[in-house]
């Protein structure tokens, strides 16, 4: 039996969207929260002198990833070449943006519900020919804010949580208390769950229907504390869903919803290590998507700098 | 007539070559010169809170890309939908690494010259599966630094340099000059030839044989000032080459003997535009190339936050 | 000023419509023309024991080809291998379907006219997933059947048709009389007009804006003879096209109305030079699309055998 | 243990290599045993005026399907349209030539045994470029004959082979008993090893491990017999392979030293039908590669005509 009933969701679903108040015209969404005096303070997070990847190389063949992405040569430098001195190693690639194993980040355009993309705007805005409205070219001048990694495997003192294990609203703040840091206004903020490690140590499995995430209602503590940007190491969803008949309701509320660009399956192996050995949890943090017009979202590396 | 003959590049190349000093084992090149130190001191560039794309959306076809990338959707938002409650718009992308049009970085394995890649690495080392070293996945943690953008339609006093023209050591110097900003050590340096101006304002043109960029004796300022990485809104090499028997030779400089990764094809004119109002031309760079193992190069998006 | 009114067209379009007698569960169109005793008696046909292509080489970029299809290396044979004892050459084929140069075959789901598809199915048949109705498919089985090759240029006594140009129902009757040959019910048409030898002899050019193809009237030489499939070494449709408000006249009216496959950008030269010397126009032929579902056509290479 | 040691291997692969006679220039290999007469006969198998395919479609993922093919909608015919009067539904095709399941043929380039691929040609001819030598287009005209369907399960009474089980020369001469046919000089010889009924029964495997095949010693049958091409439902080959250190035997013997073209992972069921109700399991055979200069192979829809 779900947690939440249709209705329950309906109304969350409803709590959340009214809590957003850039009118009609924007495009932009929980990227709002990112202030030029927040984005210029989060600079100052810089200490090390590091930067680090939040993102896994593109993944092979799996059960998590039945149409793998692929870099095919065109050109080899140990072959004649056309030009002249020189010869030129190149080539090509083809991958989905989304899917459930590479590093990437969901446009506004990516999660229609009830008839409607994000702030009202219609489905038939997306064609063959890509999306007119809420590309993920809206945000080509990138993401730029604080960074938070909020670990909910070490407050909780496991390796990782198991497929359909819930982030809830009690497990962030218990990570806050327990990694003295505090999310605020304009934050990206990263949940980690596990799940990289998990696949790292027992190999991956069919994450589409056993998958740890956030508990729909954790999106409460996202909306209170104004945070910009969210990115697991998971999708951000819970399967199977908690919810009566909507599959993924992280997706709805923080897309649809929300207006909050989602990030999946970051990687924060090399994130945790850094910032476990400084004791410091927060950071300046970049993404870049590609120029992708009329993109759903892109293949990205997001970048932690301490 | 070649304004170097064969002999004269040699000496150039082996000179700038002799310059590296990080042993048989390295892989990162100049990227070397980006020390903790330097990266911390890049955060104090950032004072407006604003950030800024140093890329140009995916082109489609023209005589600059006659192997245009695509994105193809994969799924409709308005289409009925296998998953309960919610619908996605979904692509995926298509593209080549290289090429003369798309905003994007050059690994250290993309250039052969003499029967060896960069630090006498095989050119062997990249078959058919990818380069097994050098490949653009040794920058996963991205490039992170001052940037410095150096104007020179700007110094010169005309829209765009003309196809076939240099910048030469003198116009990097004035540039330096007239904008009052001094390349340093570890500096990611842009030098804007004006040519997505031109591509815009005239449309494109077949670059492969007509294109403005730098003169290999300029590489002698970057070698000199330590800079860590070179983007231009170019490919950086002019045409036809000014070098006899040898086509692209700030490639082979660059890459090949200073092991700097090059940036092709950016975009500055959102940059011009902020950095000519604000009076500042240097700025923290964020670099990000997606993570692909054994790739020659990737797809970027560069970020200027000033 | 175009040479069919709208009013013209609809009364043309209506006519060829109301001659399709297959009930509204058909999807096989103009191939019931081929029945049993029509394909074995094309196997008469066969006497010289010769195959010849009616295919062109997968094209590079062009005027006519903006978007080129490729094949990229997977493996190459003189690599080491992680077989035992012996390695694999291999590639990867990605194309457009459709396109102004690679010869290719248009299921009957790929041309909509007044809100239907072919027999009244509706577009919305076709998503994207696929076509789920009228998808190339449906022709799994192969066209077989008797090749009549019409060569224009040839009656008229010229290299070919100049782009613009059109062929009539009196050219085809005079081709029939000059080449002894009578098309009759059932029969695959191919309709030559030098498009490839111009290509060949002049170079590509931009054919979306100029090409020779047959006029709209002649559409009532095919619906009277019964064929089953039209050919041709263009797209059978002229540009500009001679019909008010209508783009690909001959498109709606061959695909649309009468449920007739049309093949593009074939390759008539061997084959013409085959015919030519055997002093016979008619051959057994063989098309065999590749079993794409939900497809709307397929490249092909179509075989004569004479 | 192995049926067959590495010297037990070699002498055979001598042997079989020894019979070709077709000269140190010849590119064609066992193509040459197709004449204009036994083509022209050939067209005599035709009596029932009916078509078969032989081809499986396009496959998604799977356990033998780790890297599907895709297609993607580039237009649909329900959108707004840039063309007068018209929209048209347009797709593009991504697809390794190659593979565990989808129907294709082999080029013979596709093989490198022991230095060298058919004829003494270099495996240098293969570059990233694609092969200068032995492509698919060498096969451009078709490959049209005779086929015959020797049906394995049919003469042993069981639905399938099992994985690993081999067809050896008793089998295949047994066949020819059972079913009143004699596979002779220039024939396309079909081998049904029932791979298709396993997998859509009992869904897919693993077959690059574990797969139904010929047994290496059943070449010397196609050797006497002159058949010119060998097609399978399986890909011809044994997994785990009976020869002592090398994995794809019949590989080897067929397209490196017969110089003979393979069909892999075709389809029968339709035919095996047709025939069995027919009582006849020849008929002419049509075979056409898309014309991919350069290419290793190619998707096929080999198509029977009864």
Redesign the interface.
Known sequence: MPDLSSADFDALYQRLRGQTSWGPADRRGALNHI???????A??E????????L????A??GPDN???G???????????SE????????????????GDVD?HIDAL?????NGT?YNGIT??A??????SELSI?DA?????GRGVLLDIPRVRGVPWLEPGDHVTLVDLAAAEAAQHVRVGPGDLLFVRVGHRRRRGELGPWDVASSRAGLHPLAMEFLAERQVAVLGSDGNSDTAP?V?E????PV??LAINAMGMYLLDYLQFD?LFAQCDAAGRWSF?C????????????S?????A?L
């Open positions: 202030t030029p005096g927040r984005l210029a303070a600079a100052g810089v200490r090390l002198g590091r930067s680090v990847t993102a896994a190389p593109l092979g063949s039945p149409e793998p692929a870099r095919h040569m065109k050109r080899l430098p140990g072959e004649p030009v002249a001195g020189v010869s030129f190693a190149a080539d090509q690639l083809t991958m989905n943006i989304h590093s355009c990516h999660v229609s519900y993309l489905p038939g997306v064609t063959s020919q890509g999306a070219d080509h001048d990138g993401i730029v869903s919810v008949d909507v599959a993924f997706h709805v090399d300046l970049v993404i870049a998507p590609l120029r992708l017009p009329g993109g759903t979202g293949p990205v590396n997001p970048i700098i």
